[in-house]
C-alpha cells in the first residue's frame, strides 16, 4: 500500500512532480529539461524507473547525478555518466529516433498541443519576445512522446498561440500554413507527438486521431467545469478519470531530503 | 617553428571587426569568452552578426551594449537566474535588432554543415512550426540575403529523394567569421582541450574563419600531445590562442569555477532597461581591464566560486545564486 500523503503536507510543485514522474516508464531513453522535469525524472529513476537512461541537451548521455544540476549545461551533470558529448551526438539520438519521453515546457499551448515559446502578439511586432524555442521544437518532433509542464491560465491555453514553436497533434504545412495531422507531414520521422500536459489544474492528454486535447484528470480542489473555465477552447471533459494521484510521503521524501534539499526547484509546502 | 599564435584580450577583440559574423563556445551559461566579450564592449564594437547554436548572458551584453545588429539562433536567457532576454526582448520590441529563429537542433546541423564544408542540411525537425513561416523570413525581408555571407534562402523544402522517408527542410550551412572559445586548456601551437561537456565548440571552430581559444591556461603543447585522446580541437583549427583566468566569468567552466548566480541574476534585474544596463555597464566594463574586472570582483568571490577538483563544481557555492 501506498502511503499517500495528506492534504498541507505536499505543495503544488510536489503533486506537478510526482505526476511528472508517473509519465517515466522503466528502461526508456528520456530527454530531459532544466527545473522541474529534471526533478521528475530523478524521482522516476529512484523509485519505479532504476534503469531509464538521462540524455541532457548540452550534451551528457546516461548520466546519474546524485544531485540536481542547475542547468543541462551543469557541471553535475556529468556526474556518473556514460558519456560527456555535445548538442550534435544529443540533437542526433533524438533524430535517430531513441528518445521515448522529452519533458517541455511552454508559455501558451493550444487544443492540439501546439506551444508557443518565442514570443506573444504579432512575431513581426511582438508584444514581448520570449527565450525563443531552445530544444523544444526538436524533441517535440522527435520523441515518441512530449509531456508539458505549464501554469495553467486563460491566457496560456489558447485557441491560437502566437507562434507555433513545438509541433502538436495538427501543424501547419507549408508553404500554404493549412493545419494537417503531424502524421502526414512528419513521414518516416512520425514518431508519436505531444503525450501529456500537466498544468497547475489538471492532467491533459490528446485523441492521437483527431489530435483534440482532453482532460484527464483533475488536480485535488478542481472541477472539470472550473478547468473549461480557463481555457479559451471547447475543452473536452468527456473521458475524466478522476483526481490526480497525490504524492506518497516516500516521494515527498525523496524530493526535498534527497533530490532538492535547497528548494531549487520545489519549494517545500508551508506548514 | 611558425610564429607564436600568443595574443592578449584587447587584440582577440580588435580581429572582430565591426560587421563581422561572430560565435561563441559554450552553452547557455557556461563558457562564454566574457573578457573579450567585456573587451568588445569597450571597443565599442558595431554591427556584429551573432550566429549562434544558443545564446546566453554573452548575447545579453553584448546586445545591451548596441554591438549587435543580428541575432541569428534559437534561445536566449540565464537559465535559473533569468528567465528570458531581457534586452534582446526590448530591442526586439525597438526594431533595432533583425532577429532570424530557428530551432535548436537546426543551428546545430547548421554548424556541423559548415564544419564538414557542406552548403546546407537536411534534417526533419521543426516540421509543422512557424520557424517555417515564410512570412517569418526576417533577413529576407530585410534584403539582407547577399547569397554569400548570408544564404540566398532561410529553409528550403524537399521530399527525401532517396527513401521517400516525407519532407524534409534544408537549412543553411552558417558563414561565421569568427569563432570565439573559451576553454580550460590550450596548448601553444593551438590544441584544445575541454574537460566536460564539449557543447557545440568542435563544429564553431572549424565552421569559422578565424578561431581565437581563450584559455584559463596555456599549456606545454607536447602536454597535450602525450593524450591526444582526451583533446577536443586540432591545433590547426586554432589560429591565436589567448591565456585569461576566470576568463568566462560570470558563466562557469567545468572543473574551474562555477557559474556566478548572484552576478547574472543582479544583471538581468537590473538590466530590463537601456540606462539600467548602462549603469551596469558603467560599473563592471567600461574603465577597467580583465585584472581590474577580477580585483573588483575580488578574490573571496573568486574563491567562493572555485570548483572542487574531484567534482569538477563549487560544493560552497549554493545553487540558486543566492
Same mark, same amino acid.
Request: with cysteine; aromatic share 10%; proline share 5%.
Given at each position: 500500500?501506498?502511503?499517500?500523503?495528506? /492534504?498541507?503536507?505536499?505543495?503544488?510543485?510536489?503533486?506537478?512532480?510526482?505526476?511528472?514522474?508517473?509519465?517515466?516508464?522503466?528502461? !526508456?531513453?528520456?530527454?530531459?529539461?532544466? @527545473?522541474? /522535469?529534471?526533478?521528475?525524472?530523478?524521482?522516476?529513476?529512484?523509485?519505479?524507473?532504476?534503469?531509464?537512461?538521462?540524455?541532457?541537451?548540452?550534451?551528457?548521455?546516461?548520466?546519474?547525478?546524485?544531485?540536481? /544540476?542547475?542547468?543541462?549545461? %551543469?557541471?553535475?551533470?556529468?556526474?556518473?555518466?556514460?558519456?560527456?558529448?555535445?548538442?550534435?551526438?544529443?540533437?542526433?539520438?533524438?533524430?535517430? @529516433?531513441?528518445?521515448?519521453?522529452?519533458?517541455?515546457?511552454?508559455?501558451?499551448?493550444?487544443?492540439?498541443?501546439?506551444?508557443?515559446?518565442?514570443?506573444?502578439? %504579432?512575431?513581426?511586432?511582438?508584444?514581448?519576445?520570449?527565450?525563443?524555442?531552445?530544444?523544444? /521544437?526538436?524533441?517535440?518532433?522527435?520523441?515518441?512522446?512530449?509531456?508539458?509542464?505549464?501554469?495553467?491560465?486563460?491566457?496560456?491555453?489558447?485557441?491560437?498561440?502566437?507562434?507555433?514553436?513545438?509541433?502538436?497533434?495538427?501543424?501547419?504545412?507549408?508553404?500554404?500554413?493549412?493545419?494537417?495531422?503531424?502524421?502526414?507531414?512528419?513521414?518516416?520521422?512520425?514518431?508519436?507527438?505531444?503525450?501529456?500536459?500537466?498544468?497547475?489544474?489538471?492532467?491533459?492528454?490528446?485523441?492521437?486521431?483527431? @489530435?483534440?486535447?482532453?482532460?484527464?484528470?483533475?488536480?485535488?480542489?478542481?472541477?472539470?467545469?472550473?478547468?473549461? !473555465?480557463?481555457?479559451?477552447?471547447?475543452?473536452?471533459?468527456?473521458?475524466?478519470?478522476?483526481?490526480?494521484?497525490?504524492?506518497?510521503?516516500?516521494?515527498?521524501?525523496?524530493?526535498?531530503?534527497?533530490?532538492?534539499?535547497?528548494?531549487?526547484?520545489?519549494?517545500?509546502?508551508?506548514? | 617553428?611558425?610564429?607564436?599564435?600568443?595574443?592578449?584580450? =584587447?587584440?582577440?577583440?580588435?580581429?572582430?571587426?565591426?560587421?563581422?559574423?561572430?560565435?561563441?563556445?559554450?552553452?547557455?551559461?557556461?563558457?562564454?569568452?566574457?573578457?573579450?566579450?567585456?573587451?568588445?564592449?569597450? =571597443?565599442?564594437?558595431?554591427?556584429?552578426?551573432?550566429?549562434?547554436?544558443?545564446?546566453?548572458?554573452?548575447?545579453?551584453?553584448?546586445? $545591451?551594449?548596441?554591438?549587435?545588429?543580428?541575432?541569428?539562433?534559437?534561445?536566449?536567457?540565464?537559465?535559473?537566474?533569468?528567465?528570458? $532576454?531581457?534586452?534582446?526582448?526590448?530591442?526586439?520590441?525597438?526594431?533595432?535588432?533583425?532577429?532570424?529563429?530557428?530551432?535548436?537542433?537546426?543551428?546545430?546541423?547548421?554548424?556541423?554543415?559548415?564544419?564538414?564544408?557542406?552548403?546546407?542540411?537536411?534534417?526533419?525537425?521543426?516540421?509543422?512550426?512557424?520557424?517555417?513561416?515564410?512570412?517569418?523570413?526576417?533577413?529576407?525581408?530585410?534584403?539582407?540575403?547577399?547569397?554569400?555571407?548570408?544564404?540566398?534562402?532561410?529553409?528550403? &523544402?524537399?521530399?527525401?529523394?532517396?527513401?521517400? $522517408?516525407?519532407?524534409?527542410? =534544408?537549412?543553411?550551412?552558417?558563414?561565421?567569421?569568427? #569563432?570565439?572559445?573559451?576553454?580550460?586548456?590550450?596548448?601553444?601551437?593551438?590544441?584544445?582541450?575541454?574537460?566536460?561537456?564539449?557543447?557545440?565548440?568542435?563544429?564553431?571552430?572549424?565552421?569559422?574563419?578565424?578561431?581565437?581559444?581563450?584559455?584559463?591556461?596555456?599549456?606545454?603543447?607536447?602536454?597535450?600531445?602525450?593524450?591526444?585522446?582526451?583533446?577536443?580541437?586540432?591545433?590547426?583549427?586554432?589560429?591565436?590562442?589567448?591565456?585569461?583566468?576566470?576568463?568566462?566569468?560570470?558563466?562557469?567552466? &567545468?572543473?574551474?569555477?562555477?557559474?556566478?548566480? #548572484?552576478?547574472?541574476?543582479?544583471?538581468?534585474?537590473?538590466?530590463?532597461?537601456?540606462?539600467?544596463?548602462?549603469?551596469?555597464?558603467?560599473?563592471?566594463?567600461?574603465?577597467?581591464?580583465?585584472?581590474?574586472?577580477?580585483?573588483?570582483?575580488?578574490?573571496?568571490?573568486?574563491?567562493?566560486?572555485?570548483?572542487?577538483?574531484?567534482?569538477?563544481?563549487?560544493?560552497?557555492?549554493?545553487? $540558486?545564486?543566492?
Amino acid at each position: 500500500m501506498s502511503d499517500f500523503a495528506s /492534504p498541507g503536507e505536499y505543495g503544488l510543485a510536489d503533486l506537478l512532480c510526482c505526476a511528472a514522474a508517473h509519465e517515466v516508464q522503466d528502461n !526508456e531513453i528520456v530527454f530531459a529539461g532544466t @527545473g522541474l /522535469p529534471m526533478v521528475a525524472i530523478m524521482l522516476a529513476q529512484q523509485t519505479h524507473a532504476p534503469n531509464l537512461k538521462l540524455i541532457f541537451e548540452a550534451g551528457t548521455l546516461d548520466g546519474r547525478p546524485p544531485e540536481i /544540476p542547475t542547468s543541462v549545461g %551543469d557541471a553535475r551533470c556529468e556526474m556518473g555518466a556514460s558519456r560527456a558529448s555535445g548538442l550534435y551526438d544529443a540533437f542526433s539520438i533524438a533524430q535517430r @529516433g531513441y528518445v521515448d519521453l522529452g519533458f517541455l515546457g511552454g508559455a501558451e499551448v493550444d487544443q492540439y498541443g501546439n506551444v508557443n515559446t518565442t514570443c506573444i502578439g %504579432d512575431y513581426l511586432d511582438p508584444e514581448l519576445r520570449l527565450t525563443g524555442s531552445g530544444g523544444n /521544437p526538436d524533441i517535440n518532433s522527435f520523441a515518441s512522446r512530449t509531456v508539458f509542464i505549464m501554469v495553467h491560465e486563460k491566457r496560456r491555453f489558447v485557441e491560437k498561440v502566437s507562434y507555433i514553436t513545438s509541433p502538436g497533434w495538427r501543424v501547419k504545412k507549408w508553404p500554404g500554413g493549412e493545419f494537417v495531422h503531424r502524421r502526414e507531414l512528419y513521414g518516416a520521422a512520425y514518431r508519436g507527438g505531444p503525450s501529456a500536459i500537466i498544468s497547475t489544474l489538471g492532467v491533459f492528454r490528446f485523441d492521437e486521431e483527431d @489530435g483534440h486535447m482532453y482532460l484527464d484528470t483533475c488536480h485535488p480542489g478542481s472541477t472539470p467545469a472550473q478547468i473549461q !473555465e480557463q481555457c479559451q477552447f471547447d475543452l473536452d471533459v468527456s473521458r475524466v478519470k478522476g483526481e490526480t494521484a497525490v504524492p506518497t510521503r516516500e516521494e515527498l521524501r525523496l524530493i526535498h531530503d534527497v533530490l532538492d534539499p535547497d528548494e531549487i526547484f520545489i519549494p517545500k509546502a508551508k506548514k | 617553428m611558425s610564429k607564436s599564435k600568443r595574443i592578449t584580450v =584587447q587584440q582577440a577583440a580588435e580581429i572582430i571587426k565591426d560587421g563581422s559574423s561572430l560565435t561563441f563556445s559554450g552553452f547557455t551559461i557556461w563558457r562564454r569568452p566574457f573578457a573579450v566579450v567585456f573587451e568588445l564592449i569597450r =571597443q565599442q564594437r558595431r554591427n556584429l552578426h551573432l550566429i549562434e547554436v544558443n545564446g546566453g548572458p554573452q548575447t545579453e551584453f553584448l546586445v $545591451g551594449a548596441g554591438c549587435v545588429d543580428i541575432w541569428e539562433s534559437c534561445w536566449v536567457g540565464h537559465e535559473l537566474y533569468g528567465k528570458y $532576454g531581457a534586452n534582446l526582448s526590448r530591442k526586439v520590441a525597438e526594431k533595432q535588432i533583425l532577429v532570424e529563429d530557428y530551432s535548436h537542433a537546426e543551428m546545430m546541423f547548421r554548424f556541423a554543415a559548415a564544419a564538414a564544408g557542406a552548403p546546407y542540411a537536411a534534417t526533419q525537425t521543426s516540421l509543422g512550426t512557424d520557424i517555417h513561416n515564410p512570412a517569418y523570413d526576417t533577413l529576407g525581408q530585410a534584403g539582407r540575403r547577399d547569397g554569400k555571407r548570408i544564404a540566398k534562402h532561410k529553409y528550403l &523544402f524537399t521530399e527525401d529523394p532517396f527513401f521517400d $522517408g516525407g519532407q524534409l527542410v =534544408q537549412v543553411p550551412a552558417v558563414k561565421v567569421d569568427v #569563432a570565439l572559445l573559451c576553454v580550460q586548456q590550450v596548448g601553444e601551437e593551438g590544441t584544445v582541450r575541454v574537460s566536460g561537456q564539449y557543447y557545440s565548440d568542435p563544429e564553431a571552430a572549424r565552421a569559422a574563419d578565424i578561431t581565437i581559444a581563450v584559455a584559463e591556461e596555456i599549456v606545454p603543447e607536447e602536454y597535450l600531445r602525450r593524450h591526444a585522446d582526451q583533446n577536443t580541437i586540432p591545433s590547426f583549427e586554432v589560429d591565436y590562442i589567448v591565456e585569461c583566468p576566470f576568463g568566462a566569468h560570470p558563466t562557469g567552466m &567545468f572543473g574551474r569555477y562555477d557559474v556566478d548566480g #548572484a552576478f547574472l541574476k543582479n544583471f538581468y534585474n537590473g538590466t530590463r532597461t537601456q540606462e539600467g544596463f548602462d549603469a551596469f555597464a558603467q560599473e563592471w566594463i567600461h574603465g577597467l581591464d580583465h585584472t581590474g574586472y577580477l580585483e573588483k570582483l575580488g578574490w573571496p568571490r573568486m574563491l567562493k566560486l572555485r570548483a572542487n577538483t574531484a567534482m569538477n563544481y563549487s560544493p560552497r557555492e549554493k545553487k $540558486g545564486g543566492n
